[in-house]
C-alpha cells in the first residue's frame, strides 16, 4: 500500500518574519533620524532651547512684581508687558540674576538717591573710594540684562560722597547688557574727589552689545577747592567695559573745577585694581552728539573725546568704530552748564 505523500516547507515564513523585523527596524531607525533632524532644527533655527529655559523664568507683569525682584536677585526674570513707573520713586537695588526683558519696555525710571551697597573704585592714579551708586540697580554683579528697553529715564541724584550713576546699572562688575535701548537724562551733582555719569552704566566691567542710547548727561561738581576726579561717557563712565555694537547719541554737559575725563563711549578707560589683564574689544560702535564742559583747573588735563577721554591701557580689539562727535570746552567758570 503507497504511503501518503507530504511535503512541509515553512522556510518562506521563517525568511518572512526576518524581512518583517528588519523593516520594521529600519522604519524605527529612519524615524528617529527624521525626529532628530527636526529637533535639531527646531533647537538650532528656532532657538527653542532658550524658548523652553524662558518659561522657567518668573513672569514680571506689574511695577510691584519688579520691585520683588530686590527680594530674591539671584533670580531669572521675564517681563511679559511694558511696565509704566510713573509716580513711583525707585529705590536701587542690587542684582546678580538674569532680567530678560523680552522685547518690553519700561518706561518713567525716576531715581533720585543712591542705593544701599557700596564698592572700591579707582581714580586713574588707582586711589581707591569707597562708592556709592544709582540705576535700575545700584550694583549689578555676575548678571545679565537683555532685549529689554528703558525709556524716560530721569535719574537726578546729589551726593556728598564718591557716587557713580548709569540707566541700568551704577556698578558692573562681570555682567552682561545685551540688546538693549536707553532714552533719558541723567543728572549728578556732588563734589567728592571721585565721581561720574554713564549713559548705561556708571563704572564698571563686562560686555556691553547692541545698544541704542539717546541720553542727555549732566554732571555738577559743587567744590570749587576740591580737585576732584570726574567722569563722563556715553556707555560707561570710568571702568574697562568691552562695548560693540552700539549706536550712541550723547548730549552731555559737564561743570567740574577739578580733572575732567569724558568720552562719548567712556570716559577713563582703566583695567582695576592693579595686575588685571584682559583682552578688551570695542568694535562696530558709532557715537554722534557733543559733551560741552569746562574744567576749571589750572594743572588743566581737559580730556574729552568721541570714543574714549582718557585711555590707560591696551584695547586688543578695536576695529570699526565711527563717529560724528563734537568737544565743546568753554571757558567761563561761574556758571553750570545745563541743556
Request: net charge negative.
Given at each position: 500500500?503507497?504511503?501518503?505523500?507530504?511535503?512541509?516547507?515553512?522556510?518562506?515564513?521563517?525568511?518572512?518574519?526576518?524581512?518583517?523585523?528588519?523593516?520594521?527596524?529600519?522604519?524605527?531607525?529612519?524615524?528617529?533620524?527624521?525626529?532628530?533632524?527636526?529637533?535639531?532644527?527646531?533647537?538650532?533655527?528656532?532657538?527653542?532651547?532658550?524658548?523652553?529655559?524662558?518659561?522657567?523664568?518668573?513672569?514680571?507683569?506689574?511695577?510691584?512684581?519688579?520691585?520683588?525682584?530686590?527680594?530674591?536677585?539671584?533670580?531669572?526674570?521675564?517681563?511679559?508687558?511694558?511696565?509704566?513707573?510713573?509716580?513711583?520713586?525707585?529705590?536701587?537695588?542690587?542684582?546678580?540674576?538674569?532680567?530678560?526683558?523680552?522685547?518690553?519696555?519700561?518706561?518713567?525710571?525716576?531715581?533720585?538717591?543712591?542705593?544701599?551697597?557700596?564698592?572700591?573704585?579707582?581714580?586713574?592714579?588707582?586711589?581707591?573710594?569707597?562708592?556709592?551708586?544709582?540705576?535700575?540697580?545700584?550694583?549689578?554683579?555676575?548678571?545679565?540684562?537683555?532685549?529689554?528697553?528703558?525709556?524716560?529715564?530721569?535719574?537726578?541724584?546729589?551726593?556728598?560722597?564718591?557716587?557713580?550713576?548709569?540707566?541700568?546699572?551704577?556698578?558692573?562688575?562681570?555682567?552682561?547688557?545685551?540688546?538693549?535701548?536707553?532714552?533719558?537724562?541723567?543728572k549728578l551733582t556732588a563734589h567728592d574727589r571721585m565721581f561720574g555719569v554713564g549713559g548705561v552704566i556708571g563704572y564698571g566691567y563686562g560686555r556691553i552689545e547692541n545698544i541704542n542710547a539717546g541720553i542727555t548727561l549732566i554732571c555738577i561738581d559743587t567744590d570749587r577747592d576740591t580737585k576732584d576726579e570726574q567722569f563722563m561717557g556715553g556707555v560707561c563712565a570710568a571702568g574697562y567695559p568691552d562695548m560693540v555694537g552700539c549706536k550712541i547719541n550723547i548730549d552731555g554737559y559737564d561743570s567740574d573745577h577739578g580733572y575732567v575725563h569724558n568720552g562719548g563711549l567712556v570716559g577713563l578707560f582703566q583695567f582695576y585694581p592693579k595686575g588685571t589683564e584682559h583682552d578688551a574689544e570695542i568694535g562696530g560702535n558709532h557715537v554722534t552728539g557733543k559733551i560741552t564742559f569746562f574744567e576749571d583747573n589750572d594743572d588743566r588735563r581737559a580730556y574729552c573725546d568721541a570714543y574714549i577721554g582718557e585711555r590707560m591701557e591696551r584695547i586688543e580689539y578695536w576695529w570699526s568704530n565711527s563717529d560724528d562727535f563734537t568737544s565743546n570746552e568753554v571757558f567761563e567758570y561761574d556758571v553750570d552748564l545745563l541743556p
Amino acid at each position: 500500500m503507497r504511503q501518503p505523500f507530504f511535503i512541509c516547507y515553512n522556510a518562506p515564513m521563517v525568511n518572512e518574519g526576518r524581512k518583517n523585523s528588519k523593516s520594521g527596524i529600519l522604519i524605527a531607525a529612519l524615524i528617529l533620524v527624521v525626529l532628530g533632524a527636526a529637533l535639531y532644527f527646531a533647537f538650532s533655527e528656532f532657538d527653542l532651547g532658550h524658548k523652553l529655559e524662558l518659561m522657567t523664568y518668573k513672569r514680571i507683569s506689574t511695577s510691584e512684581d519688579l520691585i520683588s525682584i530686590k527680594d530674591a536677585p539671584q533670580g531669572k526674570y521675564i517681563l511679559a508687558k511694558d511696565i509704566d513707573l510713573e509716580g513711583i520713586e525707585w529705590v536701587p537695588f542690587s542684582f546678580n540674576g538674569i532680567l530678560e526683558g523680552n522685547g518690553h519696555k519700561i518706561s518713567n525710571l525716576k531715581i533720585t538717591s543712591t542705593g544701599s551697597s557700596e564698592r572700591t573704585t579707582y581714580d586713574g592714579n588707582m586711589k581707591e573710594y569707597g562708592t556709592s551708586f544709582a540705576g535700575l540697580f545700584d550694583v549689578m554683579e555676575d548678571a545679565e540684562v537683555r532685549n529689554l528697553t528703558l525709556s524716560g529715564v530721569d535719574i537726578d541724584v546729589s551726593s556728598d560722597v564718591p557716587c557713580f550713576i548709569g540707566s541700568v546699572a551704577g556698578y558692573m562688575g562681570n555682567s552682561k547688557i545685551l540688546n538693549c535701548s536707553v532714552d533719558g537724562t541723567l543728572k549728578l551733582t556732588a563734589h567728592d574727589r571721585m565721581f561720574g555719569v554713564g549713559g548705561v552704566i556708571g563704572y564698571g566691567y563686562g560686555r556691553i552689545e547692541n545698544i541704542n542710547a539717546g541720553i542727555t548727561l549732566i554732571c555738577i561738581d559743587t567744590d570749587r577747592d576740591t580737585k576732584d576726579e570726574q567722569f563722563m561717557g556715553g556707555v560707561c563712565a570710568a571702568g574697562y567695559p568691552d562695548m560693540v555694537g552700539c549706536k550712541i547719541n550723547i548730549d552731555g554737559y559737564d561743570s567740574d573745577h577739578g580733572y575732567v575725563h569724558n568720552g562719548g563711549l567712556v570716559g577713563l578707560f582703566q583695567f582695576y585694581p592693579k595686575g588685571t589683564e584682559h583682552d578688551a574689544e570695542i568694535g562696530g560702535n558709532h557715537v554722534t552728539g557733543k559733551i560741552t564742559f569746562f574744567e576749571d583747573n589750572d594743572d588743566r588735563r581737559a580730556y574729552c573725546d568721541a570714543y574714549i577721554g582718557e585711555r590707560m591701557e591696551r584695547i586688543e580689539y578695536w576695529w570699526s568704530n565711527s563717529d560724528d562727535f563734537t568737544s565743546n570746552e568753554v571757558f567761563e567758570y561761574d556758571v553750570d552748564l545745563l541743556p
